[in-house]
């Protein structure tokens, strides 16, 4: 397997966070920094954030808004950042580069010795009725971010999943075409 920075090889979406971890202004802004400089279309910066701390009415809105399943977890995060893509015409890569943001707010957060966990199951207009997001903007994920927690304190079920080894695809099945990497 070719080399894979530290970062990027430790990284991993965990269900257990530390539930009395706190997350520092610093830390917070450290997150939002490296998001504000990834790439975007024309250096458009289409993302936007809403960030709520554990015991702050804005996480507990983001969080009412999750699944009942992913609730089951989520709670225990430090902070729950919804990402937003602007939702124009004239900015067709918007979503594109969103994702780029919170890849860099991700591997931002490994370096931190944090740890994310994105979520795509949440009410979508909830959200953005409150939080009182503006109509041209279109959540597109929750990042979980916290410490590392005990997996023990998970439900029996997703204890399992917690502790089950990690897989990806081999690069033989990403590719589309029959180059020579393997």
């Known amino acids: 397997m070719s080399e894979l920075h530290p970062l990027l090889a430790t990284r991993w979406s965990p269900l257990a966070f530390d539930p009395v971890a706190v997350l520092s202004d610093e830390d917070v802004g450290s997150l939002l920094e490296a998001a504000r400089w990834a790439p975007s279309f024309a250096n458009s910066q289409p993302w936007r954030f809403a960030v709520g701390r554990r015991d702050e009415e804005t996480y507990k809105r983001i969080l009412e808004n999750l699944s009942t ?51 795509a199951d949440f009410d979508g207009d909830g959200l953005r009725s409150d939080l009182e997001m503006a109509d041209d903007l279109r959540p597109s994920v929750v990042v979980a971010i916290g410490r590392l927690g005990d997996p023990a304190i998970l439900p029996p079920d997703l204890r399992t999943w917690e ?3 990690r897989t990806r695809a081999s690069i033989a099945q990403l590719l589309v075409n029959q180059g020579s990497i393997t």
């Open 163 to 165: 502790t089950a080894l």
């Open 69 to 119: 399943e992913c609730q089951r977890w989520a709670g225990n995060a430090s902070a729950l950042i919804v990402a937003a893509h602007l939702d124009d015409a004239a900015l067709p890569h918007a979503p594109y580069d969103l994702g780029q943001a919170v890849a860099h707010l991700t591997v931002q957060a490994t370096a931190l010795r944090l740890h994310v966990h994105q979520i």
